[in-house]
Every structure is written in structure tokens, then in C-alpha cells.
């Protein structure tokens, strides 16, 4: 959520930090702060709300040459306001300790009362505002700036990640985590960059070392120390490669990430499955499953983990394993999962999908199972991120950095790779397994033919842009995909949708449906699709307008809908994509026309690192 970065080493600190909290600035974006140590070693900090470019001529006045230590921060409020105030870098009363801080600290009031009690006083309404303090009490007390932050942390509970700069050591700084991530980038000239995200380090160098849960690091020029807080035992830094592509990070020729990283849909399936569907052998290849082939062969149940688009990919994977495979699947929200009471065996696997490989609520729920003797599996884009290093085993995405807040090509690339997930577990003896191989190959062009009807959907998207609500119905395969549609359309348009089982419609919903009511209907051809087509009759009856998605060729939908948009034909299995697709251009270009801030919306972050 927030972004947290750091620089030591010969370059001008404070343009490093810049720069990396500008990469990160997709994960929260409502303030912004900078803390350096000058050439004449005293500390300051600039901070305030809005975005980091507004913070870079301030940042310029003040850090001049010379700089070579600096700590920042992009900021998703959790405590407080995001005005200037709240904004971190945070320091202790006395303006000699800086800390910049990703989480939550959930006894910060308690630690609060304690520290005003004897004394110190708090400036902000942020848990943030505890840490320099606490490290200043205990360091006044031990004498030692390490063993006071080591104390520090040991009095925190909660999920946190920060990083310390202090007047006291001005060569010097200190980071720590708690289930919230930190990665340490070892530079070429005895220089080290501190992120919250690979994405602001890659830059600089590929050579990282990722800290662990109760990590601390002590960071000097040229020198790493790295010891477990709470044992208090030193740790040799593993140091590893990473191997993100950074030239997909840039906009190239499109105006916002959102509207790039649709259009890589064709790119995104091709790498999805690159090397592992072997459409003519019949073969599908998933390294990662192969190693546990042998645990595979007892597992009775899989229980899937996941946040929002994840979690809907999720249940598109819950219709594909069950079908192909016919293993029972059950999709959970992870925030529900972790405080659930079911039964769970150890022939059931966990399987956790997430874009960013960050998310809480789902580290939360992979730990749960930590004891249960359970297969704990990963379909996870961010390589190398906390969610791929906990499972067991687990499949890439390969998607490449997904940088809007809204989630797009990662939702392709899950589904895709659910596909051969279920595949894989059907050992080929699915009906539909050789055909589906061969779909899978042709699947880019048919995505890039729904691309082709840019301009066609951005007409429809005009036409609707004023409505206020929005309903998204279809059926089996395709009801998760209608709840990611809605979900897709109110992120970032603001219109409240929502989506539902078509069959449910007469439930309820169906009140709802006016004139002024529009319903996004999917209604490719299917099994199912007559139940659909009258669902859609149901809803014209009572005056609802209907955007439809059909399959190319379908005559019936025309009389019922006010607008088609026409899908190529392609098989029940692989339609989620295509329509997904479809959606997300049609939600794009309503954002779009209401001028809004597509690759950031309001209240968001990208990676939500906090309960
Ligand atoms: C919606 C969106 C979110 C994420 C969710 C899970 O467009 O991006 O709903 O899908 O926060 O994030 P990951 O996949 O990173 O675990």
C-alpha cells in the first residue's frame, strides 16, 4: 500500500529516493515525505500531502548536493487524514530520529499513553508517530541507537515494515519487518537501496537480498548486517537475482498502465503459457507441480485464497478444476478465511493466488495452514514476493509488473494459468483436454480480435457513461466473471455495480431494473445460454437497458439488447477471458470519458499490505 525507500551510497540520496517513490507511487499516492541527512549532517524533512512530483522542487531547495543518505515514503492513509501532518517521514520530539513506516501498529495507543505519560508529546493521528519516540525513550536510556530500535521493535505488535534515519548515526540506516515486505538492493559502488517493492530498485541494480519476518538490517556504505530482532541472533544476507523486465514498466505510447496493460492481453496469454502447452503432443508442463507430483496424487480438495480480482480469478478456477479435473474446489475470500473455524486436512491444498504476491489477507491465510501439514501452493505474478517465497510449489503468471490499480492483465494471466492448472490436474483424461490445448493457442489472436473492437465498445462505453448503477449478470463460468466486471467498472468509473448469477435475478435484483437501470449481460454460447437469453427477456420486459456479450454469429441476442458486443467463437473454458477483456475496455472508457484518474483511483492502492 504505501511505498517505503531508501538510499546510501555515493549518488545524490535524495534523487534516488525520488525517483523510487515515484516508481512505487501506484501503491498509495494521498502524501508524500522525504528525511536526509546534509553534508553538514543534520536532519530534515520535507513532506506533504499529494503526489511525489510535487515534492521534488521542495526536495531540491532543501537537500543540496552532497547528500548521500535519505529515507522516503508514498503514503495510503491508515491513521489520520493524509495531509502533511500525517505524512511520513515521522520523528521523535527531540528531531534527531526519522521513520518512514508501511502497516499497521495495532498497540500504537497503548504505546501512545505510555510516552505522553512520561513526557512526550505527538504532533500527528498516525501509529507511525510511536516509533521514533519509543526508539528515542529507549535510546536515551540504553545509550545504544541499535539496542533502542531493536527494543522498539520488540515492543510492536501488528504488521510493519520501516526504515530508520537518525542524526545520532548519520551513516547509517536501519530497517526492519514484520508481514510486511522489504527488499535490500546491493548497488555497484558499495551502495545499497532500501524498497518496500523490487519496482524501486530495478533501476539500480538486480542483485537483492529480501528480508524475512523479524528481520533487522543495519546499513553502512559498503556494509550489511543483518540479525533476527527477537532471538537477537545474527543472519548471513542471501543474496539474489532478480529478474523483473523493466522496459515493460514504461508507458511506451499509451496514455495511462491501465490501457497498456490491457492491450498486452495476447502477450500476456502467450507468456502464460509459453513452454508449458504443448498443444500437438497433448502435453501440458508445469514445473512448478511436477516437483510435487507425488504429494498430488492424495489430495481430495482444494481450498482457494484470494483478494477482489484475484479472488474472482479464483472462482473461475473453482468452474475449471471441478469440470476438468473433478476435484471438489472451494473459493474463499482470504480476509474471511484467516478467521474461519473449518475442518481442514491434509489432503486438501491451499492455494493462494494474488498479483502482487503481498497481499495481507492472504500471507494471513497461507500462515494459517503453516501446521497443518497441508500443500500450500502459489499462482503469483510478483516473482520472488513474500506469497511465492511461503507456498510450497506454485505457478508464475508471468505477467510482467502490473502497474495500474486496477488489475487487468493480471486477471488474464490467472485465469490462463488456472486453465493449465486444471488441465494438468485432469491428467489428460478430460473430454474437452486436447481441444482446449489447441484453444489455448489460439486464444492471442481471438484476444486481439476483441481489441480490435476498441473503438466500438468505447462507443457503447459514451452511450452509457452517465448512469449512475450498473448490473452485471451471467451464468456458471461466467458469473465470476460478471462479479469482476462490476468490480472493474466501479473501481474506476465510480458507478456502484454489481454483478450477479443471472438465475438469481428473479430473487431479487430484479426490482431494481428501470430505464435508467442498465445491465451488462454476458451471454456467449453456452449450455446454459436459452436460461440466459431469458434472464435477458425478463429484464427488457421491465424497460432495462442490456449491453450484451455474445459469441459471433448469435442472431437471437440482437432483438433483445440495445447494444452487442460480439466475442470470437472460442470454448466455454477459455470465454472468461475473452469477456474479461471486453469488460475491461468497456469500464476503461467510461472512466475515461468521466476524466477521471485511471491508473490511481480515489481511496485505492495497488498491493494492500494491511489488514
Ligand atoms: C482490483 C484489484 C484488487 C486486487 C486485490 C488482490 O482491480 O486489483 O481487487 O485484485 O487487492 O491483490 P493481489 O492479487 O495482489 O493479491
Request: aromatic content about 8%; some cysteine.
Amino acid at each position: 500500500m504505501c511505498g517505503i525507500v531508501g538510499y546510501l551510497g555515493d549518488k545524490q540520496a535524495t534523487d534516488v529516493v525520488i525517483e523510487g517513490l515515484a516508481a512505487l507511487e501506484y501503491r498509495g499516492y494521498d502524501s508524500v515525505g522525504v528525511a536526509f541527512i546534509s553534508k553538514d549532517r543534520a536532519g530534515k524533512v520535507v513532506k506533504q500531502a499529494g503526489r511525489v512530483e510535487s515534492l521534488v522542487p521542495l526536495v531540491k531547495q532543501q537537500a543540496l548536493a552532497g547528500c548521500h543518505i535519505s529515507i522516503g515514503h508514498t503514503r495510503w492513509a491508515t491513521h489520520g487524514l493524509p495531509n502533511s501532518k500525517n505524512a511520513h517521514p515521522h520523528a521523535n520530539n527531540d528531531n534527531t530520529i526519522f521513520v518512514v513506516h508501511n502497516g499497521i501498529i495495532e498497540n500504537y495507543q497503548e504505546l501512545r499513553d505510555q510516552l505522553i505519560k512520561i513526557g512526550y508529546n505527538f504532533y500527528s493521528e498516525t501509529d507511525t508517530e510511536v516509533i521514533p519516540n519509543l526508539i528515542d525513550y529507549y535510546n536515551k536510556k540504553t545509550g545504544s541507537l541499535e539496542q533502542a530500535i531493536r527494543d522498539t521493535l520488540n515492543d510492536l505488535s501488528g504488521a510493519f515494515a520501516v526504515a530508520i534515519l537518525s542524526t545520532l548515526e548519520p551513516d547509517t540506516i536501519y530497517a526492519a519487518r514484520v508481514s510486511s515486505p522489504l527488499v535490500i538492493g546491493v548497488g555497484e559502488n558499495q551502495d545499497y537501496i532500501l524498497a518496500s517493492d523490487p519496482n524501486a530498485i530495478m533501476e539500480h541494480t538486480k542483485k537483492v537480498i529480501f528480508l524475512d519476518d523479524n528481520d533487522l538490517a543495519v546499513i553502512k556504505k559498503g556494509k550489511l548486517k543483518i540479525s533476527d530482532f527477537k532471538a537477537n541472533t545474527a543472519k548471513d544476507p542471501k543474496v539474489e537475482l532478480l529478474d523483473y523486465d523493466q522496459e515493460k514498466a514504461s508507458l511506451g505510447d499509451f496514455p495511462n498502465f491501465m490501457l497498456k496493460e490491457i492491450f498486452e492481453a495476447p502477450q500476456t496469454i502467450k507468456t502464460a503459457t509459453l513452454g508449458r502447452v504443448l498443444a500437438d503432443e497433448g502435453i501440458i508442463k508445469l514445473g512448478g507441480l511436477e516437483s510435487i507430483n507425488a504429494q498430488l496424487r492424495y489430495i481430495d480438495r482444494i481450498v482457494i485464497v484470494a483478494c477482489g480480482t484475484s479472488y474472482y480469478a479464483g472462482m473461475v478456477g473453482e468452474y475449471l478444476i471441478e469440470e476438468l479435473a473433478g476435484i471438489p474446489v472451494e473459493v474463499q475470500q482470504a480476509s474471511e478465511f484467516k478467521y474461519r473455524h473449518e475442518p481442514f486436512s491434509r489432503s486438501t491444498i491451499l492455494l493462494a493466488i494474488s498479483q502482487s504476491g503481498e497481499t495481507a489477507d492472504t500471507l494471513a491465510a497461507l500462515e494459517k495452514v503453516k501446521d497443518f501439514g497441508c500443500l500450500r501452493l502459489g499462482v503469483v505474478n510478483a516473482t520472488g514476493s513474500s506469497i511465492a517465497r511461503l507456498t510450497d510449489a506454485g505457478v508464475y503468471c508471468h505477467a510482467g509488473p502490473e502497474r495500474a490499480v486496477a488489475s487487468t492483465k493480471a486477471f488474464i494471466a490467472q485465469v490462463t494459468v488456472l486453465t493449465l492448472i486444471a488441465l494438468y490436474l485432469s491428467k489428460g483424461e478430460h473430454k474437452s483436454y486436447r481441444k482446449l490445448l489447441k484453444e489455448l493457442e489460439l486464444l492471442p489472436e481471438k484476444a486481439k480480435a476483441v481489441l480490435d473492437q476498441a473503438n466500438e465498445i468505447k462507443r457503447i462505453a459514451l452511450k452509457y457513461k452517465d448512469s449512475s448503477e450498473f448490473l452485471y449478470i451471467g451464468r456458471t463460468i461466467l458469473y465470476p466473471c460478471a462479479l469482476e466486471g462490476a468490480l472493474k467498472l466501479k473501481e474506476i468509473s465510480y458507478i456502484h455495480a454489481e454483478g450477479y448469477a443471472a438465475g438469481e435475478m428473479k430473487h431479487g435484483p430484479l426490482a431494481l431494473i428501470d430505464k435508467n437501470f442498465p445491465t451488462f449481460a454476458l451471454a456467449t454460447n453456452s449450455a446454459v445460454l436459452e436460461k440466459t437469453l431469458s434472464n435477458i427477456e425478463e429484464i427488457k420486459a421491465r424497460g432495462g437497458p442490456i449491453i450484451a456479450l455474445a459469441t459471433l454469429g448469435n442472431k437471437k441476442i440482437q432483438p433483445l439488447a440495445d447494444e452487442v458486443i460480439y466475442l470470437p467463437e472460442t470454448l466455454e473454458q477459455t470465454q472468461p477471458i475473452l469477456a474479461a477483456l471486453a469488460m475491461q475496455l468497456f469500464a476503461y472508457f467510461v472512466a475515461e470519458a468521466k476524466g477521471l484518474d485511471i491508473d490511481r483511483p480515489r481511496n485505492l492502492a495497488k498491493s494492500v499490505t494491511v489488514e
